[in-house]
């Protein structure tokens, strides 16, 4: 983090920026985690400090800064003699102030690293959050009428249902030939590479069915999102999702959850 953006965090707080910098911060803090971080931080020290000791603007320059952060970071132990010896002298009152202004940081930091420390470790892995949401709500192949199942409809399904994915996968590529139009088996397909984590396949599968005007088209957005979960891409999951709360797709209310819990998600 720069002097520059303390100086900006500051101006901020005193509410002097103009109103294209006061949007630029603010889209900055939406966008920008770490950017976040360090606003908070020097919000709350900004709130319980004085004046004369949280400016940096007009008390701090950029050697001074380097040179406490640095001591610091190296030595907790050296620091607190430096304070010491500083205390002796008149002439080092301001530097005792930042000094204790770097203690203070130190302090809050640590209590912000250790608040971190145990939500991460409350955290549900990535994998569990998959778990939670893979619960795959698709219509069955098979007819009530036994008369009219097709034999290769009966298998794929026992298949998929059973885990035996490479075997339903060779049934469904049977059933598609003689039925291509037919999305439930697209997305019977795709969702047997993702569990077999081929996922170019599933992938390539959910694309297809996406580009199609077939009736269950948009499902394939929502078990891509599952896809770029599964394989730890949030980034295009967040998108996706986006994607399918914009337009109210299919699993509207699932991808709204599933993004609140990935959105501000800590790997």
């Known amino acids: 983090m720069s002097l520059e953006e303390d100086i900006l965090i ?10 294209k910098e006061r949007n630029d911060f603010l889209y900055t803090i939406a966008n920008d985690q770490k950017f976040k971080e360090k606003f908070l931080l020097e919000k709350q020290i900004f709130e319980t400090l004085n004046e004369e000791e949280w400016s940096y603007v007009s008390k701090i320059d950029v050697t001074e800064v380097e040179e406490y952060t640095t001591l610091y970071r190296n030595n907790a132990d050296r620091l607190k003699q430096v304070i010491h010896k500083a205390t002796t002298s008149n002439k080092r009152k301001n530097k005792i102030r930042r000094l ?9 930091a640590l209590f912000a690293l250790l608040i ?8 549900k892995t990535i994998e569990e959050i998959y778990t939670n949401y893979s619960t795959y709500e698709l219509p069955s192949l098979v007819t009530r009428n036994p008369n009219e199942v097709d034999p290769d409809l009966a298998l794929a399904e026992n298949n998929f249902k059973n885990g035996n994915y490479q075997e339903a996968i060779i049934y469904i590529d049977k059933l598609l030939k003689k039925d291509k139009d037919n999305s439930t088996l697209h997305l019977y397909k795709a969702i047997s590479h993702l569990e077999l984590d081929e996922y170019s396949q ?13 009736i269950d088209s948009e499902k394939g957005y929502w078990y891509k999102s599952l896809l770029y979960l599964k394989t730890k891409d949030l980034d295009k999951c967040k998108k996706i999702l986006q994607v399918i709360i914009k337009n109210s797709y299919s699993k509207n209310k699932e ?13």
């Open 202 to 214: 599933a992938e390539m599968n959910l694309n297809s069915l996406i580009r199609s005007d077939l």
């Open 10 to 19: 500051e101006r901020f707080l005193r509410n002097q920026l103009s109103e």
């Open 255 to 267: 991808a709204k959850e599933l993004f609140k819990e990935i959105v501000n998600y800590k790997t």
């Open 116 to 123: 971190n420390f145990y939500s991460q470790k409350n955290q």
């Open 100 to 108: 204790s202004y770097f203690s203070a940081i130190a302090a809050v």
